[in-house]
């Protein structure tokens, strides 16, 4: 099993003997490695929340995340490609941390044990197959009349419909995504030269920088002196 191969980066001295041995001494400490290794990775919030959520499905099954064959088992059975690729998604994040340290402590006289550790992390993934996405995704654009219909809706005589303006603003001028919008913050607008922009961290837990209109960067500076520093948007009266 999988409990011979491989052990927490806490215990480097354990980690390579006559052969690799795990000191995750039951399939409980196992998966709430892998569970801690999901929430430390750098995806984004509900993608990780996703993976946790394919393993937590996986492990009511009772069948250990270490063999290959159960997860191949489980995977036939799986309703949907998305939740495959959810389940293998979240053991890759895994083996892929774990074959980090074997690769960090092999010595010659390790080697090949080292590289059948190796071959046996790959194959938990490989048990789970998935099919590529087929055809294009088809993107509906809101015509101009739309957006102008719209951004008519908030009553902008109240606080809250001055909120909204900002927010609908801010999805139709700056291109940003829900969560992006959710989490923006007064400091995240900068001047670069002439041309206001957003800093944003976005899918992925990357950065990006979005170049936004004077109209909408005068729209942020005048909301920023309504509701005061800190989210773009919050809870308004």
């Not at 809101?142 to 001055?162: A, I, V």
């Amino acid at each position: 099993s999988m409990n011979e191969l491989i052990q927490p980066e806490n215990e480097p001295e354990n980690i390579l003997r006559t052969e690799i041995h795990i000191t995750v001494h039951n399939e409980s400490d196992l998966s709430s490695q892998i569970l801690a290794t999901i929430w430390a990775s750098d995806k984004a919030p509900a993608t990780k929340r996703k993976y946790a959520e394919a393993i937590e499905r996986y492990l009511e099954t009772e069948q250990s995340v270490s063999d290959a064959a159960a997860l191949a088992n489980y995977a036939h059975v799986l309703p949907s490609n998305t939740a495959r690729l959810h389940l293998r998604a979240a053991i890759k994040l895994w083996t892929e941390k774990q074959a980090k340290v074997l690769k960090g402590t092999v010595t010659p006289e390790t080697a090949v044990s080292v590289q059948a550790a190796l071959w046996r992390l790959e194959s938990l993934v490989d048990a789970i197959p998935t099919k590529a996405e087929k055809g294009e995704t088809v993107h509906v654009w809101l015509t101009k009349p739309e957006q102008k219909w719209l951004l008519r809706l908030p009553n902008r005589q109240r606080h809250k419909g001055q909120r909204d303006n900002v927010l609908l603003r801010l999805l139709l001028g700056a291109g940003l995504r829900r969560q992006e919008a959710a989490q923006l913050r007064f400091e995240q607008i900068k001047q670069l030269g002439a041309v206001p922009v957003l800093q944003i961290r976005g899918k992925g837990n990357k950065n990006r920088i979005v170049p936004i209109g004077n109209n909408l960067g005068n729209l942020l500076d005048w909301w920023k002196l309504k509701a005061g520093a800190g989210y773009v948007l919050r809870s308004v009266n």
